[in-house]
Each structure stands twice: as C-alpha cells, then as structure tokens.
C-alpha cells in the first residue's frame, strides 16, 4: 500500500489560506476605495471653496452698490426739485413787475415823484411778553403764580 496523501487537509489549509488572502485583500480594497472617495469628496469641497469665493465677493459688491444707488437716486430727486424750484425764481425774473416789487423791497428803490418812508422793524430778539397785550400779561402772570 503506497500511502496516500490526505488531499481534505491540504485542500482545507489552501481552502483557509486562500479565504485568508481574498479577505485581506479585499479589506485592502475597500480601505483603498473608501480613501479615494473621501479624497475626491475632500478636493470637490476644496474646488467648489474656491469656485464659491468670486460669488461671495459679488454678492457683498452688489449690496454695496445698491446702496450707493438708492442714496444716488435720493439725491437725484432732491436736485430735480431743486432744479423745479429755480426754473420757477428764473421765470419769475422774467417778469418786470416781480423785478420791480423785489427791487423796492430789497434795494429800497422807489418809482419817479415816490417818497420811501422807511420803518424800523421790531426786533426779534424781544421776548414774547413785550409783544402781548396788557390781558395777556395779566394772564399769565396769574397762571404762573
């Protein structure tokens, strides 16, 4: 009788040694993988950063020219009424007896054969009690007491 190896040990220890390799390296594989895929995840973050940065920046540009337009456009609107304002004073500089009733209350100018008779105004630096009449101050005087 020859002897015979035992084929069901040598085939189990290949059997193991071999399910031992394909699951290291399987393992391998999928650490491989899984570092590849967190790495790419990682760079795409990175990229969509750097890409996002220009938009950031417009987005706060066009707040702040926004802003500058509305006040531009408040100030534009004070001028139109002023510009309003003014063409009315020029046509009424038009008009020879506007000229002539500003001119004699400015100027103190006066028509041929005219007599100007000036009067002082009050001034305004008095205070209101000066300029009640005598009831008035008996009034508040006595609410004052």
Do not use: C, W
């Not at 590849?36 to 990229?47: A, C, E, M, W, Y």
């Not at 940065?53 to 609107?77: F, S």
């Amino acid at each position: 009788m020859k002897h015979k190896e035992n084929k069901n040990v040598t085939q189990l220890d290949t059997y193991s040694a071999d399910k031992t390799l394909d699951s290291i390296r399987q393992r391998k594989r999928k650490r491989f993988v899984r570092i590849r895929t967190l790495s790419i995840i990682f760079v795409g973050f990175i990229l969509i950063g750097f890409t996002s940065m220009p938009l950031i920046n417009n987005k706060r540009a066009t707040k702040e020219y926004t802003k500058t337009h509305t006040q531009v456009v408040g100030e534009l609107e004070d001028l139109k009424e002023e510009q309003k304002q003014l063409e009315y004073e020029v046509s009424l500089l038009e008009d020879e007896e506007y000229i002539a009733k500003l001119a004699r209350q400015e100027l103190n100018v006066s028509k041929p054969n005219e007599i100007l008779i000036n009067i002082p105004e009050k001034e305004e630096a008095k205070s209101d009690n000066d300029s009640l009449s005598e009831e008035e101050k008996l009034e508040k005087n006595d609410e004052e007491s």
